[in-house]
């Protein structure tokens, strides 16, 4: 009976958390709805706004951070001459002009730029209800520690779109458009590049910096938590920097250009989860030092 009532138990908390599960889908698919409802009357100008990456020069964003360098007391001769040299060698050249293969093209486009406008809209919402449905599994400690951490969440994923959109993305497409568009080419390949493949892609790539910019957060949890202090950080750093760019070449597209664009910020992002490590476990008491050999282990040692 005993057995009984307590797998009863177990079955009735199991059935709770499925429950719970249900409940914060449906609340994630309502602001999701509700997200793309705003969006939908803001296509023609989402669409505008989804095409600046293809039209960013990386040459035009350089000269124009040297520029904004030089204004403030920090230009020189060679400064002055990058910027002349990059502005002169930008193109006003499209990597691509966005086509549709088949008739459900322009659908399946819509509804992919306002899917994705609606998800950007609703990650607040979505972030709370996964943060409100892990939250009662930890300890009341983690749990506080958690609480702090939670408003950053959403702050450092922004990042990562922002980051993704406004440079990864625009380098990137340049880079590849511009792959076999050279004098030694015989034939000049044009990019007929689809709308929905566009779109798919930018999806891809936001979403992947999102994810990667919670980097520090995570160290810093774990690091407050004791669970990996801020020196095995450090020591394991080549193991991490390994790590993380395997991990940017199964998070972006099958190219070595974004990978390269999403593992150099995560080993930055690495370096200040360090810092925030240290940070989050000042209260920490040290490391004990570690306890000499006994008999057994000394005697296991080769002799000379």
Known sequence: MRRRAGNAEAAMTFLEHLD???????????ALTVGVVIAFPFRKHLYNLLMLPQSMRVQVLLADALEWAGDRGMRNTLTAFSEI??????TDDTPFIPNFRDPMGPFTALFKLVLMAGFLLAAPVILYQVWCFVVPALKSTER?????????????????????????????????????????VFLQPENLWTYNDYISFLMHLMLAFGVAFELPLVMAFLARLDIVRASTYREKRRVAFFV????????????????LLMAVPLLGLYEFGI???????????????PLPPNDDELEALPND
Do not use: Y
């Not at 719970?20 to 309502?30: A, G, K, P, V």
């Open 275 to 289: 810092v925030l490590a240290v940070l989050a476990s000042r209260h920490l008491p040290p490391l004990p030092p």
């Open 20 to 30: 719970e599960l249900r409940t914060r889908l449906i609340r994630i698919l309502i």
């Open 244 to 259: 993380l760019i395997v991990a940017s070449a199964l998070l972006t597209p099958g190219d070595i250009v974004p990978m």
């Open 144 to 184: 506080r520690i958690a609480i702090r951490l939670s408003g950053f969440l959403s702050g450092f994923f922004i990042l990562g779109v922002l980051f993704s959109f406004f440079v990864a993305s625009p380098i990137f497409l340049e880079v590849s458009a511009n792959l076999w568009r050279s004098s030694e």
């Open 85 to 90: 040299w990059l502005r002169a060698t930008a």
